[in-house]
């Protein structure tokens, strides 16, 4: 049995570019809930791909017949990654997310801008974020000089950012648990990353909450970083690090960020809950 065999074909599938292959509705349910459900339950007879490119789709369909991974690149990586998830192919997730982390172990700078953005833009299909998990963790556990230039560069301007770019970002914060040499300062001999992240994300947020055109409303993406960002954690970074001193610019930071917003006049019982919060998480 093959893809497009006239003897076993009684599903037809259309491509982007409008071709139309045959498929065997069994082996499309066997491998994916998402056509055993549009076949099955729904009883289509005609299966739409017109979102993805018409090469990908089929040699990805190809491998449910012959049990072989496609060959996975930078340039079909989102086609197959987003095709995986559509259809909800476990097993090409778990192939999708090996070349990601295969990158991300022996790859170039040029490759983790790659991951990066492929990352980012993943969040809209991928709603539990595994790549920026990933990602993240790698970040900040295989690298001890971070660029953090580099992140207040991306985070510069939250007006401009999807959220699942500032999604990224956060992840970051949350998921950095370095403490590293700090060859720059003989006084601070080491650096805290985490607070280092999230002081530049909490900067911005205030900022961005000033530049508001109804200052006395909290925003999408205020209430993003409010319900996001781990507050608590981040905090307790120096505590129980005694050769990591200096000023806490985290706190510093948070306390004012925490300013701005009560004095916010138009907002919500729910909205001041998660406010209270991060009032808590400061120890206030």
Same mark, same amino acid.
């Given at each position: 049995?093959?893809?497009?065999?006239?003897h076993?074909?009684?599903?037809?599938?259309?491509?982007?570019?409008?071709?139309?292959?045959?498929?065997?509705s069994?082996v499309l349910?066997?491998?994916?809930?998402?056509?055993k459900e549009e076949?099955?339950?729904k009883g289509?007879k005609?299966i739409?791909l017109d979102?993805f490119?018409?090469?990908?789709?089929?040699?990805?369909l190809?491998s449910?017949?012959?049990g072989q991974?496609?060959?996975?690149? #930078? $340039?079909?990586f989102r086609?197959?990654? +987003?095709l995986?998830?559509? @259809?909800?192919?476990s097993w090409?997730? *778990?192939k999708c997310?090996?070349?990601?982390?295969?990158?991300?172990t022996n790859?170039?700078?040029?490759?983790?801008?790659?991951l990066m953005?492929e990352g980012?833009?993943?969040k809209?299909?991928?709603?539990?974020?595994?790549y920026l998990d990933a990602?993240?963790?790698h970040k900040t556990?295989?690298v001890?000089q971070v660029?953090?230039?580099?992140v207040?560069?991306g985070?510069k301007?939250i007006?401009?950012l999807?959220l699942?770019e500032?999604d990224?970002f956060i992840?970051?914060?949350?998921?950095?648990?370095r403490?590293?040499?700090n060859?720059?300062?003989s006084?601070h001999?080491y650096?805290?990353?985490?607070k280092?992240?999230?002081?530049?994300?909490?900067?911005?947020?205030e900022t961005?909450?000033?530049?508001? #055109? $109804?200052q006395?409303?909290?925003?999408e +993406?205020?209430?993003?970083? @409010?319900t996001k960002?781990n507050?608590k *954690?981040i905090?307790?970074?120096y505590?129980?690090?005694?050769y990591a001193?200096?000023?806490?610019?985290?706190?510093?930071?948070?306390?004012?960020?925490?300013?701005s917003?009560?004095?916010?006049?138009?907002?919500?019982?729910?909205?001041m809950?998660?406010i209270?919060?991060?009032?808590m998480?400061?120890?206030?």
């Amino acid at each position: 049995e093959y893809l497009d065999s006239k003897h076993h074909s009684n599903v037809e599938v259309i491509l982007k570019d409008g071709a139309k292959i045959g498929a065997s509705s069994l082996v499309l349910a066997l491998n994916s809930p998402y056509m055993k459900e549009e076949i099955e339950v729904k009883g289509l007879k005609k299966i739409e791909l017109d979102g993805f490119d018409a090469d990908v789709s089929r040699t990805f369909l190809e491998s449910f017949y012959n049990g072989q991974s496609m060959e996975i690149n #930078k $340039e079909n990586f989102r086609h197959v990654s +987003k095709l995986s998830y559509t @259809l909800n192919v476990s097993w090409m997730k *778990e192939k999708c997310l090996e070349y990601f982390r295969s990158l991300m172990t022996n790859g170039s700078a040029e490759d983790f801008d790659f991951l990066m953005k492929e990352g980012i833009t993943a969040k809209a299909y991928d709603k539990s974020g595994q790549y920026l998990d990933a990602l993240a963790v790698h970040k900040t556990n295989k690298v001890c000089q971070v660029d953090i230039e580099k992140v207040e560069e991306g985070i510069k301007n939250i007006q401009s950012l999807a959220l699942n770019e500032l999604d990224f970002f956060i992840r970051l914060a949350n998921n950095c648990k370095r403490i590293v040499p700090n060859p720059n300062n003989s006084r601070h001999t080491y650096r805290n990353i985490t607070k280092e992240y999230a002081t530049v994300i909490v900067e911005q947020a205030e900022t961005h909450l000033k530049n508001q #055109k $109804e200052q006395s409303k909290l925003d999408e +993406k205020t209430k993003f970083i @409010l319900t996001k960002l781990n507050f608590k *954690e981040i905090s307790k970074g120096y505590t129980d690090i005694s050769y990591a001193k200096g000023p806490d610019k985290f706190r510093t930071a948070a306390s004012s960020f925490l300013q701005s917003l009560l004095n916010l006049e138009d907002i919500t019982n729910k909205e001041m809950k998660t406010i209270l919060k991060l009032y808590m998480s400061l120890g206030n």
